[in-house]
């Protein structure tokens, strides 16, 4: 079965959350003009484009980006369709979803995804309420990600992340689900291992599951 590369791609002048660094890629030596060989320069924040959370991120002192269970990171997903929640996912519509028992990684495909279309951040964007990641956590999911740069509301971010960090559950943010139909996938998502670091960006690939 084909992979599915659910990762934005990485850019100079890409959206990012609202107060991060901008993103900036350029030449650092070139070919062309007499270098032995083509490297590049990056500027980026560690929350840029598809990425992940490490406890650190909101618990001063939390555990860094190196220290996330790879265990947590692959393995079988479901995305769940939550297209239909014209609002932040709450616990009711949570259980609307209908996930079932003993989902470890978990992929919400909402409508976010039309807003990888604009260049511009903006905060209306879907995420997860508190109460909805306490049921996660009581759930039993290992990971969760969600399609646009924040796993939290951004009206009040804390109380979600803080909810999922403090469990040890994995945070994906900047998904890419358009093309991802939902339903049952093999999962990969692996953050670059910066020492320490509050979070870091990730390449992520799911495929259906297996019959």
């Given amino acids: 079965m084909a992979w599915i590369d659910v990762s934005v791609p990485l850019r100079t002048?890409?959206?990012t959350f609202e107060g991060d660094p901008d993103v900036s890629i350029e030449p650092a030596t070139r070919i062309a003009a007499g270098d032995l060989a083509n490297v590049s320069r990056m500027e980026l924040g560690t929350h840029?484009?598809?990425h992940m959370d490490a406890p650190r991120h909101f618990i001063d002192g939390g555990p860094g980006i190196d220290r996330i269970p790879l265990e947590a990171l692959v393995g079988p997903a479901l995305v769940a369709d939550?297209?239909?929640?014209p609002g932040d996912i709450d616990a009711a519509a949570l259980a609307a979803l209908g996930v079932p028992a003993g989902t470890e990684r978990l992929l919400l495909r909402t409508r976010n995804e039309g807003l990888w279309e604009r260049d511009?951040?903006?905060?209306?964007?879907v995420g997860v309420a508190a109460d909805a990641a306490r049921d996660l956590v009581a759930m039993g999911v290992r990971l969760v990600?969600?399609?646009?740069l924040s796993i939290a509301?951004?009206?009040?971010p804390a109380p979600a992340h803080l909810?999922?960090?403090?469990?040890?559950?994995?945070v994906v943010e900047g998904l890419d689900?358009?093309?991802?139909?939902p339903g049952a996938y093999e999962l990969v998502c692996l953050p670059l291992r910066i020492q320490g670091a509050d979070g870091a960006p990730a390449r992520a690939l799911i495929r259906p599951a297996s019959a």
């Fill in 13 to 15: 002048g890409m959206v």
């Fill in 48 to 50: 840029t484009g598809t």
């Fill in 82 to 85: 939550a297209r239909g929640v």
């Fill in 120 to 125: 511009a951040f903006t905060r209306d964007f």
């Fill in 145 to 148: 990600g969600i399609d646009y």
């Fill in 153 to 156: 509301p951004s009206a009040d």
């Fill in 163 to 170: 909810a999922l960090l403090e469990a040890g559950v994995a």
């Fill in 177 to 181: 689900l358009r093309q991802a139909p």
